[in-house]
């Protein structure tokens, strides 16, 4: 080698060292920006070989990241399902609210002042006082039915400006996406701030909804929505739209509540698919778990339903009676009873909000007595009677139909609170493992950056091996536990 | 059945399983490692623990334990949701580098990972 070729691969070596330098400084003054990636500085031997003039040494290599996608998608799946949950506690926890089942206050309260009012009714049939507590009760139930159906609305309004604001964000989001794919399609492919700045958009994209991020060859970035609807290719945004939608006329709730709907760029309704994240949960709350209590196009709601059964079993009771006994030796009938709850007969997902006490009844046209017939004698208290005994049916005919189960109207009611109860349960649990799951997905991130093929191979070895001593062990330890809880709960499900 | 006794045992495992949470979190293999142990010693200080508990007063429906045992299974549950995300991430892995290394068999599996042995030719 002569002393300029010498001199030469000194130089391009001290070049190429800098440049890694620059790397390694780059690295710390990025050190803390969120989801920087580690740039590692690759250093490519040069030929070596006298007899045609190759010199050896080395030269750059491509700048590569040391962030993997399948690691960063692994961490985004997890935080779709944390966005999940914890939308959903949000919600659910909005929605328990309005159930009181301590008995103090809301319709659990009311319902069981009534029943108190009816049986102090049959106690005195002809006390004025018992008269007008009966309706004044009512009247406190049926505000209780008003105030829950409204508190349900108010849930469901905001539910929809969530869902819209998240639309909002998404489409923000695809936007600022859209805005780094022009820089990197201009040939910025090696700005690592770049890098870090499409990494923290994803991560924020991943609380919202469930999508996949595939980098093309040109550096840019697809962002498809559930899989498959395009969001960002190349340089072009495909917005969503939210939409609510009424039911059509020909369903068994035509003027029911509309429903939310997520419709793709090209007009498809992508709500079935969206199910991940923040949206997803919220077009849950919207489309199934609201619908439960307030009704849809394609069901009555069951509150409504309760209001509605209930309604019609007092009702039914009191014009089965009568007010007072007429005269028939002198030819004046006896007086029928009146019904007491008036609603919408309209509208059957409208029944909770219009539930009212007739605004034409007075205290002394509640009808006490039970008219006599073939078989039994006239009873003087018999109507107040059986209203008392709807605390603590005797017959089916004193109960609710919640989805073909025969209960009283206090459990039906209960059932209902016990339904979101249940939900938020759930979430909370969801919730506590999804912390966990993200952080455990951040840490695999990390580990796992910058550790070469021969490493990961040892790697899945020893974690296969710890995976099946631990599935074993866990699952004695829940077949014990559960076998507890079965001893001391039998009630209580696995 | 001793009421305590059990609350106490069960309280114990649910403390173990907390640390089996923590380790899989971190995920790394010597983690697991520890967890399996202490998820071994949570096995068996529980069926200790069940026997034990046997000899004293009614424990049946017992509020208290059955509260623990609950808090166990939650912990438990949370613990298997953590590993079987720890094995889909490098079964997930394996694939991919599988089919990066392999390419895909005839039935559209991906290849297996050559994971030793491997030669690496530079050329």
């Known amino acids: 080698m002569n002393l300029l070729a010498g001199l030469s691969v000194t130089a391009g070596a001290l070049n190429a060292y800098d440049q890694v330098l620059e790397v390694v400084q780059n690295n710390v003054a990025n050190s803390s920006t969120p989801d920087y990636a580690e740039q590692t500085q690759n250093l490519e031997p040069l030929p070596f070989d006298v007899t045609d003039g190759a010199v050896g040494g080395v030269e750059l290599g491509e700048v590569s990241s040391a962030r993997d996608q399948y690691l960063n998608q692994a961490v985004r799946s997890q935080t779709v399902l944390l966005g999940q949950a914890q939308q959903n506690v949000t919600s659910l926890t909005a929605l328990q609210s309005v159930f009181d089942v301590t008995g103090q206050s809301g319709i659990s309260a009311a319902l069981n002042n009534l029943y108190s009012a009816f049986s102090a009714w049959a106690q005195s049939p002809t006390d004025s006082t018992a008269q007008q507590s009966v309706l004044t009760n009512a009247s406190a139930l049926a505000q209780a039915f008003q105030q829950t159906a409204a508190n349900l609305q108010t849930i469901s309004g905001n539910t929809a400006s969530q869902i819209q604001d998240t639309v909002t964000d998404v489409n923000n989001l695809i936007g600022q996406l859209q805005g780094y794919n022009q820089q990197i399609m201009n040939g910025n492919t090696h700005d690592a701030s770049l890098d870090a700045q499409v990494d923290s958009t994803l991560d924020q994209l991943s609380q919202y909804i469930d999508f996949s991020a595939i980098q093309q060859s040109d550096g840019s970035y697809e962002i498809l929505m559930n899989g498959q609807t395009p969001l960002l290719i190349e340089d072009q945004q495909y917005q969503i739209s939210y939409q609510p939608v009424g039911p059509s006329a020909t369903a068994a709730y035509p003027s029911g509540p509309p429903t939310a709907s ?13 199910t991940g994240g923040q949206l997803g949960a919220l077009l849950n709350i919207a489309n199934t778990v609201l619908p439960s209590y307030l009704g849809d196009g394609n069901q009555q709601g069951d509150l409504n ?31 029928p009873g009146v019904p007491l709850f008036t609603y919408d007969t309209t509208n059957g997902t409208n ?17 006490a007595i039970q008219p006599a017939t073939d078989t039994t004698s006239e009873v003087s ?95 004695v330890l829940d077949e014990i536990t559960s076998d507890v809880i079965q001893m001391m709960d039998p009630s209580t499900t696995t | 059945m001793n009421g305590a006794m059990l609350t106490a045992q069960l309280s114990a495992a649910t403390a173990r399983m907390e640390l089996v949470l923590s380790g899989l979190k971190d995920a790394s293999p010597a983690a697991l490692d520890d967890c399996a142990n202490l998820t071994e010693m949570a096995c068996q200080e529980l069926i200790g623990g069940i026997a034990a508990a046997r000899t004293g007063p009614d424990a049946d429906r017992d509020a208290e334990a059955l509260e623990a045992a609950l808090e166990l299974r939650a912990r438990i549950r949370q613990a298997r949701r953590l590993l079987e995300n720890v094995y889909r991430f490098h079964t997930g892995w394996n694939r991919l580098l599988g089919v990066r290394a392999g390419g895909y068999l005839p ?8 994971g030793a042995g491997r030669l690496c030719l530079r050329g």
């Open chain 2, 107 to 114: 039935d559209g599996q991906a290849a297996p990972f050559p």
């Open chain 1, 305 to 335: 339903s309760l209001a509605q059964q209930f309604a019609d079993t007092v009702n039914n009771l009191l014009t089965s009676g009568n007010i007072s006994d007429g005269d028939p030796s002198n030819g004046v009938p006896a007086t």
């Open chain 1, 351 to 367: 029944v909770a909000a219009s539930l009212a006490v007739s605004s034409t009844i007075t205290p002394d046209q509640l009808a």
């Open chain 1, 381 to 475: 208290n018999g109507i107040a009677l059986a209203l008392s005994q709807l605390a603590t049916p005797q017959n089916s005919s004193q109960e609710g139909d919640l989805d073909g189960a025969s209960l009283s109207f206090s459990s039906f009611y209960g059932e209902l609170a016990a339904r979101v109860g249940g939900l938020l349960d759930t979430a909370n649990n969801d919730l506590t493992v999804q912390q966990s799951a993200v952080a455990q997905a951040q840490n695999q991130r990390q580990q796992s950056e910058g550790v070469n093929l021969d490493q990961q191979a040892a790697l899945l070895l020893q974690v296969q091996q710890a995976y099946d001593a631990n599935s074993k062990f866990l699952s």
């Open chain 1, 262 to 274: 997520i419709v793709s760029s090209s007009g498809v309704d992508i709500t079935a698919g969206t």
